[in-house]
């Protein structure tokens, strides 16, 4: 994905709503004209189009460019709703009609066409006042939004301008969702408890009750496989969403992959049902991976796109079973605690939301990102991992919300994982205490918005956060130049390397198995490394240093580096290796890492105990009881920490 | 008539907007009181009373609260926008209306052609707030849906009648407010 930075107008995400980008299409000039005057008394950012198949170009051109569209049912060159289906497949963006027939059977197709709202003309002003809330639930609803990675541009960061993009976009949302955090002062756990966290097991239940259906038989539907699955927790919805997602995944496959179209695909996939908010899909990445080869990228789908992932177990030993706090799912493993055991959950929010990066990343260079973002696929992710690279561009977007990537979340999770500390993120550093994940938590909480905010509180949510900002977390991986922007996590001030950077260069790029095995052998983590070179699409992915990604070391594959595995014996804290190996992490060269003794760039894998804490970080001081750490979650505490402190 | 004492209208008139006085102030030198009062006449006429909406037939006036809703987008940055807004819906409008009216001189008159023209035309008007002539295109489209061919053309006279009666108006008032000026 290249980053492209020429887009119209970042949005500015200071005050949303205010800024929005709309794009109206309307072949009626005086309503195009009344429309126009409307939208920009809301202080919204308005293009007009007269013709539908103008605005369908406008919206090739300028993907990013816009946050909704809302157009008129009669168009004289094309149908309102043809090009309805086109926004949604292509752009997957918010739609709104409007039309001066307002009969129940025109209502009806648009819904079914997928449009937000229909509105009837003429339309007022307090009814376009409104109109934000479509983008914010599409954003939440989205497991990765692959136009966050397109590389919007970023209008204040000084990385690379492909993630300003993304950066914008998740800040936006992490604005909105801060701004509703506020207004609504709502208990964040209390909007997220119901969130399905689709681990490998339950996906696997999933596809066999479908395959039972038959997939392309008319009778599947949620109830049937609901009723099949025979899982008394899980609800109709959560089905549901899954299920659409899954069609989407296989639609993808057979059609092949394109990164945009796998990508939108991902957007309104079918497939991961949605656990909890089309986290699901990024666990299910990281689940399916995990159950498929025990291979341990934490991340379903999104393995270490770094090369070839050979999906390989990487440090399988690491108790692949520990790495998939995920499957376990929902864990209501408790963030904040700073027990470890925590981390096992936040891990499996971690997969959630890698599994959202994942889809989002569906990036074409990757080779089957569909395979990656599905982990239930028992695909390697390879490429997610390229792809999410490449949407890293909004690393510091993503950063700050782990849902956004879903390969990020390998990397990431790894990375995570492995260095709570790392997190430079403010929020991981708040969240060291509670075995890092936790402290992802506060991030996200602050700084995604409340999606990530409610997410952090507890595992289930830094998946979720994951999920629902993929962005973040790609851009956690892609950019290391935004990584850097994150000052340690103490207070922002990480400013050395990003928190991805950092972890990826801890993690060793060397096998897994070495790093889980000798803790102190190896400590570069190559996992920059990788994905540098998977993300080279992506342009500076990982902003390593090309010394520090050398250091990985030859690591065969970003996939070890990335594997949770290899994480998650890091962060064992306590057992022996796996503390080390979570050293590795902490080791980041930068000394923004909490426990970084500020060995730049490469991250030496450094015992723990030489290792230099600085941040306040309790990870190491507690080691992972649970050592379930899983990538994605140290990702995702990297991420929110950075987010926490930015 | 509470329509005429929005905000808009007060402001246009130097009224205080806040004041609760609705009616000109008499007696001030800056004020053309005679063409002020003209200006309230002819909008109070052109508008409907939106309280009774409703009623539909009991309406008296030929424009909707879409109007005031132009009214009040009009700002600094867009001094003329309702003018501009109006003439826009004219000179629009004016098409279509010459699409319909060769549609019916056809012998064989296309139905769902027609509505759809109709339906375009319907949504021009209502973006000006076109009260009467919005409801006489509903009322058209009935016709079409009954293939009555009859009642589509009777009822585009309607239309037609409707659609330039309210040009006068519409052209009266702005006329009006021009000359009179901001207070």
Same mark, same amino acid.
């Given at each position: 994905m290249v980053m492209n930075a020429g887009f119209s107008s970042p949005r500015r995400? +200071?005050?949303?709503?205010?800024? *929005?980008r709309v794009l109206v299409v309307d072949d009626d000039p005086t309503w195009l004209k009344i429309l126009e005057k409307m939208l920009k008394k809301c202080s919204y950012e308005v293009t007009t189009c007269a013709l539908a198949w103008d605005a369908l170009k406008l919206l090739r051109e300028? =993907?990013?460019?816009?946050?909704i569209v809302i157009s008129d049912v009669n168009m004289p060159d094309m149908d309102g709703f043809k090009l309805l289906e086109h926004i949604g497949l292509e752009m997957d963006l918010p739609v709104i009609m409007m039309s001066v027939d307002g009969e129940t059977s025109r209502v009806m197709k648009g819904v079914q066409h997928g449009a937000c709202d229909y509105l009837l003309k003429p339309i007022r002003m307090k009814e376009l006042k409104n109109i934000w809330q479509h983008v914010v639930r599409k954003w939440k609803h989205e497991?990765?939004?692959?136009e966050c990675f397109e590389?919007? !541009?970023?209008?204040?960061? #000084? !990385?690379?301008?492909?993630y300003g993009g993304d950066q914008t976009l998740l800040k936006k949302r992490k604005d909105v969702d801060n701004k509703h955090d506020e207004k609504?002062? #709502?208990?964040?756990s209390s909007t997220k408890?119901?969130?399905?966290?689709?681990t490998v097991e339950l996906h696997q239940k999933f596809v066999n009750a479908v395959n039972q259906i038959g997939i +392309?038989?008319?009778?599947? /539907?949620p109830k049937r496989i609901l009723d099949l699955m025979?899982?008394?927790?899980?609800s109709r919805e959560n089905v549901a969403s899954h299920l659409q997602k899954y069609r989407l995944y296989l639609s993808r496959l057979r059609r092949g992959d394109k990164p945009e179209s796998s990508f939108g695909g991902m957007k309104n996939?079918?497939?991961?049902?949605?656990e909890s908010s089309g986290r699901s899909g990024l666990q299910q990445h990281t689940f399916g991976q995990q159950n498929d080869v025990?291979?341990?990228? /934490?991340?379903p789908g999104n393995q270490?796109?770094?090369?070839?992932?050979?999906? =390989?177990?990487?440090?399988?030993?690491?108790?692949s079973s520990d790495l998939l706090p995920l499957t376990e799912q929902q864990?209501?493993?408790?963030?904040?605690?700073?027990v470890p055991g925590n981390v096992g959950s936040p891990q499996v929010e971690l997969n959630h939301t890698f599994g959202s990066i994942e889809t989002a990343k569906n990036?074409? @260079?990757?080779?089957s990102p569909v395979a990656a973002r599905y982990p239930w696929t028992a695909e390697i992710p390879e490429m997610q991992f390229e792809t999410e690279f490449k949407s890293q561009p909004n690393l510091e977007d993503s950063f700050n919300h782990?849902?956004?990537?879903v390969v990020q979340q390998h990397v990431q999770s790894d990375l995570l994982e492995s260095a709570p500390h790392i997190n430079r993120r403010p929020s991981i550093s708040k969240c060291n205490n509670s075995g890092g994940l936790t402290d992802i938590k506060p991030l996200n909480v602050k700084q995604c918005g409340n999606d990530i905010g409610q997410l952090l509180s507890s595992p289930e949510q830094v998946f979720e956060a994951f999920h629902l900002y993929p962005e973040a977390f790609g851009c956690f991986f892609d950019m290391p130049l935004d990584m850097n922007q994150y000052s340690s996590a103490n207070d922002n001030? *990480?400013?050395?390397?990003s928190p991805l950077e950092r972890l990826i260069q801890s993690f060793?790029?060397?096998s897994q198995s070495r790093i889980s095995t @000798?803790?102190?052998?190896?400590? !570069?983590?190559?996992v920059t490394v990788e994905m540098k070179n998977q993300s080279c699409s992506q342009g500076n992915?990982? /902003?390593?240093?090309s010394e520090q990604r050398n250091q990985v070391l030859g690591c065969k594959s970003p996939l070890e580096l990335l594997d949770t595995d290899l994480i998650f014996h890091r962060l064992q804290? #306590?057992?022996?290796p796996s503390k080390e190996v979570g050293l590795d992490l902490v080791g980041l060269?930068?000394?923004?890492?909490?426990?970084?003794?500020?060995?730049?760039?490469?991250?030496?894998?450094?015992p723990r105990s030489e290792i230099?804490?600085?941040?306040?970080?309790?990870w190491l001081e507690h080691p992972?009881?649970?050592?379930?750490? *899983?990538f994605s979650d140290l990702a995702i505490s990297f991420i929110l920490q950075d987010e926490i402190y930015n | 008539m509470r329509c005429l004492f929005k905000l808009g209208h007060v402001r246009r008139w130097g009224f205080?907007?806040?004041?609760? %006085? $609705?009616?000109?102030?008499?007696?001030?030198?800056?004020?053309?009181w005679a063409s002020e009062y003209k200006f309230y006449h002819l909008h109070a006429e052109i508008l409907i009373a939106l309280r009774d909406g409703d009623r539909k037939k009991e309406?008296?006036?030929?424009?909707?609260?879409q109007f005031i809703q132009l009214e009040e987008l009009?700002?600094?940055?867009?001094?003329?926008f309702v003018e501009e807004v109006v003439n826009s819906y004219y000179s629009d409008s004016a098409r279509l209306i010459r699409i319909i009216d060769q549609a019916l001189e056809? %012998? $064989?008159?296309?139905f769902d052609k027609l509505d759809d023209y109709m339906h375009q035309f319907k949504g021009s008007c209502s973006s000006v707030g076109a009260k009467r002539v919005v409801d006489e295109c509903s009322q058209f489209r009935e016709y079409c849906a009954a293939r009555s061919a009859e009642g589509c053309i009777k009822t585009f006279e309607i239309i037609k009648h409707e659609h330039a009666l309210l040009r006068k108006k519409l052209e009266a008032y702005f006329q009006l407010v021009n000359s009179a000026g901001t207070m």
């Amino acid at each position: 994905m290249v980053m492209n930075a020429g887009f119209s107008s970042p949005r500015r995400i +200071d005050a949303f709503p205010v800024g *929005l980008r709309v794009l109206v299409v309307d072949d009626d000039p005086t309503w195009l004209k009344i429309l126009e005057k409307m939208l920009k008394k809301c202080s919204y950012e308005v293009t007009t189009c007269a013709l539908a198949w103008d605005a369908l170009k406008l919206l090739r051109e300028r =993907k990013d460019s816009f946050d909704i569209v809302i157009s008129d049912v009669n168009m004289p060159d094309m149908d309102g709703f043809k090009l309805l289906e086109h926004i949604g497949l292509e752009m997957d963006l918010p739609v709104i009609m409007m039309s001066v027939d307002g009969e129940t059977s025109r209502v009806m197709k648009g819904v079914q066409h997928g449009a937000c709202d229909y509105l009837l003309k003429p339309i007022r002003m307090k009814e376009l006042k409104n109109i934000w809330q479509h983008v914010v639930r599409k954003w939440k609803h989205e497991v990765a939004d692959i136009e966050c990675f397109e590389g919007r !541009n970023g209008p204040d960061h #000084s !990385n690379d301008g492909h993630y300003g993009g993304d950066q914008t976009l998740l800040k936006k949302r992490k604005d909105v969702d801060n701004k509703h955090d506020e207004k609504d002062s #709502s208990d964040p756990s209390s909007t997220k408890k119901a969130r399905v966290v689709w681990t490998v097991e339950l996906h696997q239940k999933f596809v066999n009750a479908v395959n039972q259906i038959g997939i +392309d038989s008319d009778k599947v /539907g949620p109830k049937r496989i609901l009723d099949l699955m025979d899982v008394p927790w899980l609800s109709r919805e959560n089905v549901a969403s899954h299920l659409q997602k899954y069609r989407l995944y296989l639609s993808r496959l057979r059609r092949g992959d394109k990164p945009e179209s796998s990508f939108g695909g991902m957007k309104n996939p079918d497939h991961s049902p949605k656990e909890s908010s089309g986290r699901s899909g990024l666990q299910q990445h990281t689940f399916g991976q995990q159950n498929d080869v025990n291979s341990n990228y /934490g991340y379903p789908g999104n393995q270490l796109p770094v090369q070839s992932m050979d999906a =390989k177990p990487l440090a399988v030993n690491m108790k692949s079973s520990d790495l998939l706090p995920l499957t376990e799912q929902q864990r209501p493993v408790d963030r904040e605690d700073s027990v470890p055991g925590n981390v096992g959950s936040p891990q499996v929010e971690l997969n959630h939301t890698f599994g959202s990066i994942e889809t989002a990343k569906n990036y074409a @260079s990757f080779e089957s990102p569909v395979a990656a973002r599905y982990p239930w696929t028992a695909e390697i992710p390879e490429m997610q991992f390229e792809t999410e690279f490449k949407s890293q561009p909004n690393l510091e977007d993503s950063f700050n919300h782990p849902t956004g990537h879903v390969v990020q979340q390998h990397v990431q999770s790894d990375l995570l994982e492995s260095a709570p500390h790392i997190n430079r993120r403010p929020s991981i550093s708040k969240c060291n205490n509670s075995g890092g994940l936790t402290d992802i938590k506060p991030l996200n909480v602050k700084q995604c918005g409340n999606d990530i905010g409610q997410l952090l509180s507890s595992p289930e949510q830094v998946f979720e956060a994951f999920h629902l900002y993929p962005e973040a977390f790609g851009c956690f991986f892609d950019m290391p130049l935004d990584m850097n922007q994150y000052s340690s996590a103490n207070d922002n001030g *990480l400013k050395e390397q990003s928190p991805l950077e950092r972890l990826i260069q801890s993690f060793p790029l060397h096998s897994q198995s070495r790093i889980s095995t @000798s803790p102190g052998s190896e400590p !570069n983590f190559n996992v920059t490394v990788e994905m540098k070179n998977q993300s080279c699409s992506q342009g500076n992915i990982i /902003g390593l240093e090309s010394e520090q990604r050398n250091q990985v070391l030859g690591c065969k594959s970003p996939l070890e580096l990335l594997d949770t595995d290899l994480i998650f014996h890091r962060l064992q804290g #306590s057992d022996g290796p796996s503390k080390e190996v979570g050293l590795d992490l902490v080791g980041l060269s930068d000394s923004n890492f909490p426990y970084h003794t500020n060995e730049v760039p490469l991250p030496t894998y450094v015992p723990r105990s030489e290792i230099d804490y600085e941040f306040p970080f309790d990870w190491l001081e507690h080691p992972f009881a649970d050592q379930r750490l *899983l990538f994605s979650d140290l990702a995702i505490s990297f991420i929110l920490q950075d987010e926490i402190y930015n | 008539m509470r329509c005429l004492f929005k905000l808009g209208h007060v402001r246009r008139w130097g009224f205080n907007s806040a004041s609760s %006085r $609705a009616l000109p102030v008499l007696g001030s030198p800056s004020l053309n009181w005679a063409s002020e009062y003209k200006f309230y006449h002819l909008h109070a006429e052109i508008l409907i009373a939106l309280r009774d909406g409703d009623r539909k037939k009991e309406y008296l006036g030929y424009l909707d609260e879409q109007f005031i809703q132009l009214e009040e987008l009009q700002d600094d940055d867009s001094p003329n926008f309702v003018e501009e807004v109006v003439n826009s819906y004219y000179s629009d409008s004016a098409r279509l209306i010459r699409i319909i009216d060769q549609a019916l001189e056809k %012998r $064989a008159i296309d139905f769902d052609k027609l509505d759809d023209y109709m339906h375009q035309f319907k949504g021009s008007c209502s973006s000006v707030g076109a009260k009467r002539v919005v409801d006489e295109c509903s009322q058209f489209r009935e016709y079409c849906a009954a293939r009555s061919a009859e009642g589509c053309i009777k009822t585009f006279e309607i239309i037609k009648h409707e659609h330039a009666l309210l040009r006068k108006k519409l052209e009266a008032y702005f006329q009006l407010v021009n000359s009179a000026g901001t207070m």
